[in-house]
């Protein structure tokens, strides 16, 4: 019995983190996605007919020679007869991502090498020289890339040239491009070529504005409720809790005509002003408030101090716990929220990250590994909060949840 | 300055300190509730296009409409098969997990966190992770393949009979966890006294759970299967991002075309007559639950 339920509880476990991890990893992919990973690209093995292999690889200087010994069929190059060197074809690639070159070599004299990346301007640079000596027998050769190093458009290379100086022949055989795995270069390019660093700045302005709005002008109102006697408290305070059960989308339309007849549309003010008093924060501190005994602000009051003073320098430093939770529970929801800011902002350097996201997804030509990274962008951030304050999140559900 | 005097202006005084008080919260619920309501109702009864200040009054006639409109009934019929799917599915997989919780085993925050995390989560970042789950060469189909299912090679959503379904799953995924905070800490508040007399009595685990656990919970499931209902009305987001209501209109729901009228075909008299119409929907189950709230207490 007691193993059933730890295998049952462990079996919804993996359920319910899976979809994340899959995210995690999906994001550190380098091309294809998590099951089909491209890490080794072959641009040549020399296998094919010639005529095939010529829509690939071409020769520099006059064409070279594919050689067949036993199974295997290789390149030839040899500088006397005119072959100087190969160029593999690469459409238009990234090289970010790439690691290394690989290939099979063999040669009868010592020999110079050369390896270049041509792009789609037709500028070619060389990243890599190599002096090579006698190899009877075949070797295989890694020579690194550093994408970062190089001057030429890395965005759009379209050649891979392997070239030698010098007298002698050279065997060439299995090229491949390598692909560095795991690699961050996704969250780069995402952070680059989108706009991703901006939305996560305007998620951060709009939602640390709202918690702090939240924090400061719940509390407050909150005061009047636990601690003011005034005409129809009760009514007034049944009305806060009743606006909590409006759908937002029935509120969207009218506030979307009013944002736009103020010229608020794409403004950080259209985002943070119906979030600065929300009704669960009214009613979460009155609740905390009014179990704070009462004989301080009586003794305060004695020693002269307003409402405000109390409010201010007695009520809210006793009430961390509960100001801890209404904070995190907006800075989440803030977060979170779509519908507002979808309808709200139109112009691309005013999306929050979510809806970033989501148009990121419908308007663009993504591969799964950047699509992934920017969920994991878009995601990270709340999935910290909740690894620290766990409790409170919760604490603060469960406190929404009292009040039926 | 005479006593009497004295004493009303510190009771005008208290007054306006109340009303500063109050304040941020009267002129927020005036500007984003109030005038927003009362707003929408006229609205609702233009022909306002949202492009133009041009309106005609055209009384109920955009209500009528809604109910012949063919796409409205679509996703109307839409929102009540995934409410009355996910909202079930959900609260019957959330007690499971609660009564799992607090059969008294070792690690159970470690757990209650572990299934708590997708609600964290944004509903978009949750969509785009389900979106590679169900692509046609996504971890899902990956896995049927390898079990030696033979699977088109397509998306879930994007097959008129799949999609909503592919949905519906994401969804409960997601919002378990949530519920099952809120079964848990209702299944602590019950009172031990109880269990106690009815293991003396030699009663099963399930005869415990039928007879003591589940009516004396009745208020919790109330509440949970009505807020669910009322969140799920008003599903939007994973149907914003993953099918935009397609395919055929399979997937399309009261909200997204709320925002489709609204915001894509600028018909926003239109559009405000369907959010009155969701509105009434969140307000009877609202109503309802009160009620049977109430009668609970009785």
């Known amino acids: 019995m007691r193993v059933l339920i730890y295998a049952l509880l462990i079996f919804f476990l993996v359920i319910s983190l899976l979809p994340t991890f899959l995210m995690f990893s999906t994001a550190f992919v380098p091309e294809g996605d998590l099951f089909n990973r491209t890490i080794e690209k072959i641009m040549s093995d020399f296998e094919a007919p010639r005529t095939v292999l010529l829509t690939r690889v071409r020769p520099i200087g006059k064409t070279f020679e594919l050689v067949k010994e036993e199974q295997n069929s290789f390149a030839r190059l040899d500088p006397v007869k005119g072959v100087k060197g190969l160029a593999f074809s690469m459409g238009s690639s990234d090289i970010n991502r790439l690691s290394h070159v690989v290939f099979k070599l063999r040669s009868s004299s010592t020999l110079r090498m050369v390896v270049s990346f041509k792009d789609i301007k037709e500028n070619v640079e060389r990243f890599a020289e190599i002096v090579i000596d006698p190899i009877p027998r075949w070797k295989t050769m890694r020579v690194d890339v550093e994408a970062k190093k190089l001057k030429l458009d890395v965005l759009h290379v379209s050649q891979l040239r392997i070239e030698i100086e ?11 491009l390598v692909n560095r795995y795991p690699t961050l270069y996704n969250f780069v390019k995402i952070l680059r070529e989108d706009y991703f660093g901006r939305y996560l700045l305007n998620s951060t302005i709009v939602s640390v504005c709202s918690v702090l709005g939240n924090l400061f002008f719940c509390s407050l109102v ?17 009305l806060v809790l009743s606006t909590m059960m409006i759908p937002p989308q029935v509120t969207i339309i009218p506030t979307f005509i009013l944002m736009r007849k103020l010229n608020l549309i794409n403004t950080y003010w259209a985002l943070i002003l119906p979030n600065l008093v929300t009704p669960f ?5 009155r609740q905390y408030f009014e179990q704070l005994p009462t004989e301080l602000d009586q003794a305060a009051r004695m020693d002269g101090a307003g ?35 979808l309808i709200l902002t139109t112009s691309r350097e005013m999306r929050t990250v979510q809806i970033g996201l989501a148009l990121y997804q419908k308007l663009n030509v993504f591969t799964w590994p950047t699509l992934m990274a920017a969920s994991t962008i878009a995601g990270l951030p709340i999935i910290i909060v909740f690894l620290i304050f766990e409790k409170r999140i919760i604490s603060g559900i469960l406190e929404g949840a009292i009040k039926s | 300055m005479p006593p009497v005097l004295r004493g009303e202006n510190v009771k005008r005084k208290e007054k306006i300190t109340t009303f500063v008080f109050i304040l941020p919260w009267l002129v927020s619920f005036c500007i984003f509730v109030l005038y927003p309501i009362v707003f929408s109702i006229c609205v609702s009864m233009t022909d306002y296009s949202g492009l133009t200040w041009d309106m005609r009054f055209v009384g109920f006639s955009n209500y009528a409409r809604a109910f012949k409109d063919r796409v409205f009934l679509k996703a109307l019929s839409n929102t009540f098969l995934f409410v009355l799917i996910t909202v079930p599915a959900t609260t ?6 609660a009564v799992l919780l607090t059969s008294g085993i070792k690690f159970k925050r470690l757990f209650q966190a572990g299934y708590f995390l997708p609600s964290v ?20 189909n990956t896995l049927l393949r390898s079990l030696g299912f033979d699977v088109p090679a397509r998306s879930w959503l994007a097959s008129e009979r799949t999609a909503l379904g592919s949905i519906m799953v994401m969804d409960v995924w997601s919002a378990v966890g949530y519920y099952t905070v809120l079964f848990v800490a209702g299944l602590q508040s019950l009172p031990l006294q109880l269990y106690e007399a009815a293991k003396i009595d030699g009663a099963t685990k399930w005869q415990i759970f039928k007879r003591i656990t589940l ?37 399309q729901t009261i909200v997204h075309y709320l925002y489709d009228v609204s915001f894509r075909k600028f018909e926003m008299g ?22 049977m709230l109430k009668g609970e207490q009785l």
């Open chain 1, 281 to 285: 924060g009214i009613f979460l501190m």
């Open chain 1, 307 to 341: 409402d405000f003073r109390i409010f201010w320098n007695i009520l809210l430093p006793l009430s961390k716990p509960a100001l801890s939770v209404l904070g995190i529970n907006t800075f989440v929801l803030t977060w979170n929220d779509v519908f507002y800011p």
């Open chain 1, 222 to 238: 909150a005061y009047a409720f636990a601690r003011k006697q005034f005409r129809m408290k009760e009514l007034l305070f049944s």
């Open chain 2, 215 to 251: 009516p004396l919970l009745k208020p919790t499931i109330l509440f949970v299967v009505s807020i669910n209902s009322i969140r799920s009305f008003q599903i939007f987001t994973e149907i914003f991002t993953l099918t935009g209501g397609g395919p055929a209109n399979s997937t």
């Open chain 2, 121 to 140: 989560i944004s509903m978009v970042v949750i969509s785009m992770i389900w979106l590679y789950i169900y692509s046609a060469t996504g971890p899902l």
């Open chain 1, 166 to 176: 010098g007298d002698g022949i050279l065997d060439i055989d299995d090229v491949t």
């Open chain 2, 270 to 291: 239109y559009g405000s007559a369907i959010a009155y119409v969701l509105f009434f929907i969140v307000l009877a189950i609202t109503l309802l639950q009160r009620k």
């Open chain 2, 92 to 97: 019957v997989i959330s007690l499971f997990l």
